[in-house]
Each structure stands twice: as structure tokens, then as C-alpha cells.
């Protein structure tokens, strides 16, 4: 299911942090994806539906270089990528045999794939950084998938960092790793994330003013009245919010304000 463009820029705005927020309060508390890391600093946070794949532990008989030409192969699954998936793969958190390398890799780029995610690890290190995939994974080792693991399929329910994860689902990754949307909850979270992060990002500018945090994290009754003040003061005219956004100390607020 395609994300449309507009979904994506109000997802792009909120970290997954405050994500992991706005999900608990409706009851989602699984939904951080463990041991997925920013293989480089600095990564973009990335939007995107799931595009899964599901690996096995080896079984000898399976797992030989010779899969790798066999039609149920993670070559037959990046060959079905489409353009703009997070293709988030269940390694079972193996990490001693690395799902994909470089040539791999450089094939989703070369597809459009937003980004690979994985509780597992990559291989061929040098060449992943330089295929410009954006990657996050759980470390780095020389030996390969079939050291290790069966791939048996793609686009099936996983598990991945110990969250279950449906085709198209929605994947969000930052700094701070993997979370999931689940594709019902899309709607809710849209409407609901920036409104947070806003808040947040207001938070942010009020420590940095010195205001100490009783009362104002969380909100009380007369700080959520500054609060609703301070948004009712800002500009509509969109020359006159870039003023006003100019004037601001502090980057986060900048950031939340923009959210639509």
C-alpha cells in the first residue's frame, strides 16, 4: 500500500520517540524494533511501508551458496521491492551471518528502496556505506546469510527486534532506530504526532528559558494555558510565521511548528 507524499512529510517531522508516545497512549507499547541502529551517523529519518522478509535458522540442506539462485531468494525479493518500501527484514537476531552486502544493497538503492532494517547484521561494510542505502542494523560481520540463516520468504508476517511486523505496515527510522505504525492506526497517528511534537519541541524552548520542569513536564492546568496562548499567537500569514520562526532560539520548536 503507497504512502501518499503528504503522509510521509508529517511523518518526516515527528521523531519516533515522540511516536513511541502518541502509540502508548493507545495501548501500543511493542513497537520500538530492538537492536535496529543507524549503521552511519547522521542518517535521515526515513518513511515507509514494510516490505518484509523472513529468514530461518540455516538447515545445511538449504542454506548453500546455490539458494541464492533459487526462486525464493532475497535476490527474487529485492527484485519486487517497489519504489519507496522500508524493507525490514527478521534475521532472528543473528549476528554472525550477514543478511545482505554491498551488491545487494546497492540493487535497492539502484530500486528506489527508502531503507533496510533489520534486527540482524550486513556484511561487506565498506561498499554498504558507500551504496547509498540508508541502512540500520544491529552491527557489521564478514560471514554470509547462509553462515547462519535460510531466507524462505518476503512479505509475510515477521518478527522483527521482537515486533511484529505486517506487509505494509508503516516503518518509521531515526537516530534512535526503528518504531511501527500499525496501517490501522495510520490515520490516528497522523492526526495526533505533530500536535505532540509541537508540544515538545515548546517544552524544549521552556527549559532551555530556565522553567523548571514541575508543572511543566507534565503540563498543569496553568501551563497548558501558556502553551495554548503561545499557539494562538502564531502567525497564519506565511511570511509573517518565517519571521516569527526566525526569532525563535530554539531549533526543536522551529522543527514542531512547521509540522503540519
Request: proline share 8%; with cysteine; aromatic share 6%.
Amino acid at each position: 500500500m503507497p504512502i501518499d507524499g503528504t503522509t510521509i512529510e508529517i511523518l518526516k517531522g515527528v521523531s519516533t520517540a515522540t511516536l513511541t508516545t502518541v502509540l502508548l497512549k493507545k495501548g501500543l507499547r511493542n513497537v520500538w524494533m530492538r537492536g535496529t541502529k543507524p549503521l552511519k551517523p547522521g542518517q535521515p529519518r526515513v518513511v515507509g511501508p514494510a516490505f518484509t522478509l523472513r529468514f530461518v535458522p540455516a538447515r545445511e540442506d538449504l542454506a548453500t551458496p546455490a539458494s541464492w539462485a533459487s526462486p525464493i531468494s532475497t535476490r527474487a525479493a529485492i527484485e519486487a521491492m517497489p519504489q519507496g518500501v522500508v524493507a525490514v527484514a527478521d534475521a532472528m537476531g543473528v549476528l554472525d551471518a550477514g543478511i545482505f552486502g554491498d551488491i545487494l544493497c546497492s540493487r535497492m538503492a539502484k530500486r528506489g528502496v527508502a531503507a533496510l532494517v533489520t534486527d540482524g547484521v550486513l556484511r561487506d561494510a565498506e561498499g554498504v556505506l558507500q551504496s547509498g542505502l540508508d541502512v540500520w542494523c544491529d552491527g557489521i560481520a564478514a560471514p554470509p546469510s547462509v553462515a547462519g540463516l535460510t531466507f524462505v520468504g518476503w512479505q509475510e508476517p515477521i518478527a522483527c527486534g521482537g515486533v511484529a511486523v505486517f506487509p505494509d505496515d508503516i516503518v518509521v527510522v531515526d537516530q534512535d532506530g526503528a518504531v511501527l505504525i500499525p496501517a490501522a492506526y495510520l490515520d490516528q497517528v497522523i492526526a495526533e504526532a505533530p500536535e505532540q511534537e509541537r508540544m515538545e519541541g515548546w517544552i524544549m524552548d521552556e527549559v532551555g528559558r530556565g522553567v523548571p520542569l514541575p508543572g511543566l513536564y507534565p503540563m498543569n492546568e496553568e501551563t497548558r494555558r501558556r502553551y495554548d496562548a503561545w499557539k494562538a499567537d502564531m502567525p497564519t500569514d506565511e511570511g509573517a510565521l518565517w519571521d516569527w520562526l526566525a526569532a525563535l532560539d530554539d531549533a526543536g520548536v522551529q522543527r514542531a511548528v512547521l509540522s503540519p
